[in-house]
């Protein structure tokens, strides 16, 4: 399990911490990588050479020739160095002719943001292009990273050097990776997938004086970057500014003394702080959230080419899903997370299903499509991938029960026939 501890998370905090540094390492928490890609966005105008790998590419000449077309759409002269190397120069070469590039722009500041890098091989000529690549950058560059893979070399190596700035995720549970730390912080575990509970270093928050400080804590929780206005909005939004500011800093007042509590130091440990217009997690507890894990998992699985590493992905997500969202509470904001997290659960069932209908693994296959249809009866897609594992299973009339139900269902929702493709397969049976 992954803990979300950030680091900083403010833009003047990014400043001071990325100060002397050539490198940024961003764990892929997606909330705050395009806090700061917006950043760079709107601070660098001309500045910013972005490029994002889109699909799993082990041959780094190949993922550079993309680089660099990619760039040349915004920046036509950019790359005569690289392109001179590419062709029969060393890794070391090409890291050493893409720095020369960048030296070569009249910016006063320029950043290459490599977003998922984590798709490309993490082999010895990527750590030779790196290192030649960081060792040559111009004063004026830094070379920020997006990636999955921030504990293999070299980053970890700069890590240890206290030579990069790392923002996101500061430590798994086992192991203290970025965590710079004499003593360790307190832990902070959070359980929303059924009726929501949380864990302050080992013991559970029981009782949070009422319903408000509760509801507040889970919002903040499943919310990491929040404005004071969204706060309102969503808690309190028929009473005015002065009123909903009173009960809004009692109640996170309750929530800052239940956690304290059972941490039993003497300390006040703040959920979260306010910087730059957001409440934004305190760097000085270390959170696990259930969900953060489900999502990071579904994340995962979709972008995965790899059918072992979705079948993984897919089994952990649909294990850290125990129930639905907070259920039963009923607060609109929860509500409709609640569906949008149910609606993830169906799709990780749907990908399980369809790992294992390629391995041609039928009755698993129908049992995943047969439970993701408990959480979306009214995907036509879903009965129709249950209809062909009965059709394998040679159970045609299970299929033909199947289809009927499925009709039942549409007429009385929603007053429609089921579409052609699964009439079609109706037909095949018959």
């Given at each position: 399990m992954l803990s979300h501890e950030v680091t900083s998370v403010s833009f003047e905090s990014f400043r001071a911490s990325s100060a002397g540094k050539k490198v940024v390492l961003l764990y892929p928490w997606a909330n705050f990588r395009n806090v700061f890609l917006s950043y760079f966005l709107n601070d660098l105008a001309e500045g910013l050479l972005y490029y994002r790998i889109t699909e799993h590419n082990p041959v780094m000449r190949d993922w550079l020739r993309g680089l660099l077309e990619?760039?040349?759409?915004?920046?036509?002269?950019?790359?005569?160095?690289?392109?001179?190397?590419?062709?029969?120069?060393?890794?070391?070469?090409?890291?050493?002719?893409?720095?020369?590039?960048?030296?070569?722009?009249?910016?006063?500041?320029?950043?290459?943001?490599?977003?998922?890098?984590?798709?490309?091989?993490?082999?010895?000529?990527?750590?030779?292009?790196?290192?030649?690549?960081?060792?040559?950058?111009?004063?004026?560059?830094?070379?920020?990273?997006?990636?999955?893979?921030?504990?293999?070399?070299?980053?970890?190596?700069?890590?240890?050097?206290?030579?990069?700035?790392?923002l996101g995720v500061a430590h798994r549970s086992s192991d203290l990776l970025f965590t710079k730390e004499t003593t360790l912080k307190p832990q902070l575990e959070i359980y929303a997938f059924g009726r929501g509970h949380a864990v302050s270093n080992g013991r559970?928050?029981?009782?949070?004086?009422?319903?408000?400080?509760?509801n507040l804590f889970f919002y903040f929780i499943d919310n990491p970057l929040v404005t004071r206005d969204q706060i309102f909005e969503v808690f309190w939004p028929k009473l005015s500014v002065r009123d909903a500011t009173n009960v809004f800093h009692v109640t996170k007042r309750k929530i800052t003394e239940r956690i304290s509590m059972h941490v039993g130091d003497g300390q006040n440990y703040e959920l979260t702080n306010y910087s730059t217009g957001f409440?934004?997690?305190?760097?000085?507890?270390?959170?696990?959230?259930?969900?953060?894990?489900?999502?990071?998992?579904?994340?995962?699985?979709?972008?995965?080419?790899?059918?072992?590493?979705?079948?993984?992905?897919?089994?952990?997500?649909?294990?850290?899903?125990?129930?639905?969202?907070?259920?039963?509470?009923?607060?609109?904001?929860?509500?409709?997370?609640?569906?949008?997290?149910?609606?993830?659960?169906?799709?990780?069932?749907?990908?399980?299903?369809?790992?294992?209908?390629?391995?041609?693994?039928?009755?698993?296959?129908?049992?995943?499509?047969?439970?993701?249809?408990?959480?979306?009866?009214?995907?036509?897609?879903?009965?129709?991938?249950?209809?062909?594992?009965?059709?394998?299973?040679?159970?045609?009339?299970?299929?033909?029960?199947?289809?009927r139900h499925l009709e039942r269902l549409l007429k009385r929702k929603l007053g429609v026939k089921p579409a052609r493709e699964t009439q079609d397969l109706l037909n095949q049976i018959q």
């Open positions: 990619e760039i040349r759409l915004v920046s036509t002269d950019f790359g005569k160095e690289l392109s001179a190397a590419l062709p029969e120069g060393t890794a070391g070469d090409c890291g050493k002719a893409l720095a020369a590039d960048m030296a070569g722009l009249e910016f006063e500041r320029v950043v290459l943001f490599l977003d998922e890098l984590d798709r490309v091989a993490q082999d010895e000529d990527f750590r030779q292009f790196i290192n030649a690549l960081v060792d040559n950058l111009p004063d004026n560059a830094l070379l920020t990273v997006n990636s999955r893979h921030l504990t293999y070399e070299p980053w970890i190596n700069w890590v240890n050097r206290d030579e990069v700035a790392v559970e928050i029981g009782s949070w004086d009422g319903a408000l400080p509760r409440y934004v997690p305190s760097a000085k507890i270390a959170r696990h959230y259930d969900v953060a894990d489900f999502e990071r998992a579904m994340e995962g699985a979709m972008l995965s080419n790899d059918q072992h590493e979705r079948e993984l992905l897919y089994r952990h997500a649909i294990d850290i899903y125990k129930a639905p969202f907070l259920h039963p509470v009923t607060l609109p904001w929860v509500v409709a997370r609640r569906k949008q997290l149910q609606s993830m659960y169906a799709e990780a069932l749907i990908g399980m299903a369809r790992v294992k209908r390629d391995a041609e693994a039928w009755e698993a296959a129908l049992g995943y499509f047969a439970r993701a249809l408990k959480e979306a009866p009214h995907r036509e897609d879903i009965h129709r991938g249950a209809m062909q594992m009965y059709i394998n299973l040679g159970r045609n009339a299970d299929a033909v029960q199947q289809y």
